[in-house]
């Protein structure tokens, strides 16, 4: 988070609101150059390698991540979900996109051609709980980073499955068949599309989102994950 040119009525808030750790929640310096404390700083594993391809006859070209899913990367995200922080999800996009911005364009032969980005939904029911997407958060950042337009309704979960993280590997999958439909395939088809979430583990969420994006027409599916588990 810079200081650098914003206005004096900000720099107020920030005196009655000051900046905290998005991993611990420490209060942080006036000056702080961004709002991770120094400590979760030096604890932030990255990944050796940001571009994953996937195997011949899958629905998602490659992945791009930055971040292993353990430490204060977890918390940090676990907080974006759980603990009311929604304001995480761009610090997030900003630690992780330098990384990130020469592994997309080297992929991308004039640059960032994608056409869309898209975050994957949450079900109605649990976006109310929550009070936000956080996939639409970070895809929202992403796209200011990218200068590339992010669509949202346009894929839908229309089920309202148990959560991932309840469950064991096998039955991730088949919990997620079939409960994700494209409510709009005109804005899909024949699109690049850059698919959005916060974590990847077994990679079951994003399959199936890709899934219902070709099954529309799109002409190719990449994905951007802030943090994975295992590789790919």
Known sequence: MQYRGISKAELFLRLLFPARCICCDTVLPFDAPREVCGDCEKDIKFLKE?????????HITR??????????????????KFGDTPHNASVLVDLSYPLLES???SHCKSGSNYDIIIPVPLHPGR????????????AS??????????LKGVLVKKVNTPPQSRLKRGERLKNLIGV???????LVSGRKILLVDDIMTTGSTAGQCAKALM??????????MVAIRKKL
């Open 50 to 58: 940001c571009v994953y391809a996937y195997s011949s006859g899958s």
């Open 63 to 80: 992945v791009y991540s930055a971040f292993d899913y353990e430490g204060v990367i977890r918390k940090a995200i676990h907080r974006l």
């Open 103 to 105: 592994s997309i364009q």
């Open 127 to 138: 976006k109310r709980q929550r009070g936000y997407n956080q996939s639409e958060l970070i």
């Open 141 to 150: 950042r992403l796209s200011h980073h990218m200068k590339v337009p992010m």
């Open 180 to 186: 994700f439909c494209v409510k709009k395939p005109d």
């Open 215 to 224: 099954d529309a027409g799109a002409r190719q599916v990449d994905a951007y």
